[in-house]
């Protein structure tokens, strides 16, 4: 289905005498990125960064900037589940404390970031707006493998960033409508995408939560369970990774959880969090290595 307003015109103003420029009144794809990229690349995230950093793909060393860890995903009875800590580092120095790393992108799907902060919330904001626009445009919503593909596309378009240090990776999960049941997929810095079976980790803490995931998660797991199955494995992230930020009991800091299943994807709130998290912590606190 064509559309006004998208096509391969040259840059420009949006209007110019009080009329929109040629670029949006023309017929092309409905990919909001590809709009963005023929009138405006400089908006793009990986343009605008590197513009920033020197541009020009070259090598310039170590860049200072806020990093996110940790996710993890995993399959439920019904949905999928994605979590992220709350911390991001700066080398050896806590850059945040109470970052969020996981983000509703439309009412089936969700997305966790690991990797360079800053670039990787830009890159959500845009693959929210990609999404709506897509269904505004074609009248249907994308499949969720459409989806998984567009934020590929995306990471590509980061790949000069990630060459110098700047890398964005990932996880994406989802409800699909068409075969009815939750999917999750993980991404490399190319733009390699992978679906995931049963669970999946990324981020520096991943080796110690993806342990914990394979002893903790078994087939058929209740929504409830399978949440504390997500925080006792970020909490064993946190344990053993300094980048990795475990329960804040002090500043009431909790994992950012999204479920997603038929009825949509929805954040939950703190005060849904804060039982099980404190039920966590005080089983710990008997067995600190984990459930016996």
Known sequence: MSRLGFGGGSGGSPAAG???????????????????????????????????????????????????????????????????DRRATMGNIIASRDIEKVFVTDDHSAVGIAGTAGVAIEMVKLFQVELEHFEKIEGAVLSLEGKANRLAAMLRGNLGLAMQGLAVVPLFAGYDLDYGHGRMFSYDVTGGCYEEREHHSVGSGSLFARGALKKLWRPGLPAD??????????????????????????????????????????????????????AIVADRREHPGGRR
């Open 18 to 84: 009080g009329r929109l420029s040629p670029a949006y009144l023309s017929v092309g794809s409905s990919s909001f990125t590809e709009f963005v990229g023929d009138v405006a690349p400089q908006l793009l995230p990986g343009r605008r960064f590197s513009e920033q950093t020197g541009g020009g793909g070259a090598s310039i060393g170590a860049v200072s900037a806020p990093h996110g860890t940790t996710i993890v995903t995993l399959a439920y009875d019904g949905g999928v589940l994605l979590a992220g």
């Open 225 to 278: 369970e399978a949440l504390r199955v997500a925080i006792e494995a970020l909490y064993d992230a946190a344990d053993d990774d300094t980048a990795t930020g475990g329960p804040d009991l002090i500043r009431r800091l909790w994992p950012t959880c999204a479920l997603i299943d038929v009825r949509g994807a929805r954040l939950l709130p703190d005060d849904a969090l804060a039982a099980t998290v404190e």
